[in-house]
């Protein structure tokens, strides 16, 4: 069993800086990438930040030069560092990764419980 545990999400204002984090456990035997994806109540899940263990990161259109993916290397974590926050960015924040549990079986989706990030005007 994968879980994906999320933390760091809260209330900021305009302006502000959070720091999401984010762990995958249990039996993991590649992870071929890692990313977080935001939500709005009525909408879609879109993609936020994606990163892969060699380091290629990409970002969303709207949050490129003010998030900044990191991690997954010798751990198996993300993290994603967020300046300069807009009440647009209000959203509940979700990890998710790409993995697989044996060398012999696909890679699926993992998600984690999603966490609140809440930016004020």
């Known amino acids: 069993q994968v879980q994906l545990v999320e933390s760091g999400g809260g209330l900021v204002q305009a302006g502000g800086s959070l720091r999401l984090s984010c762990a995958a456990s249990?039996?993991?035997?590649?992870?071929?990438?890692m990313a977080w994806y935001r939500q709005v109540p009525g909408g879609q899940r879109d993609l936020v930040a994606h990163?892969?263990?060699?380091?290629?990161?990409h970002y969303a259109d709207s949050v490129r030069g003010r998030f900044t993916i990191s991690g997954l290397n010798a751990q198996n974590s993300v993290h994603l560092s967020m300046n300069g926050l807009k009440p647009e960015d209000t959203a509940v924040y979700y990890c998710?990764?790409?993995?697989?549990?044996?060398?012999?079986?696909?890679?699926?989706?993992?998600w984690g419980q999603g966490t609140q990030v809440t930016v004020s005007s």
């Open positions: 249990g039996i993991i035997s590649s992870i071929a990438a």
């Open positions: 990163i892969t263990p060699g380091g290629s990161t």
């Open positions: 998710n990764a790409l993995l697989r549990t044996s060398p012999t079986r696909p890679d699926n989706n993992y």
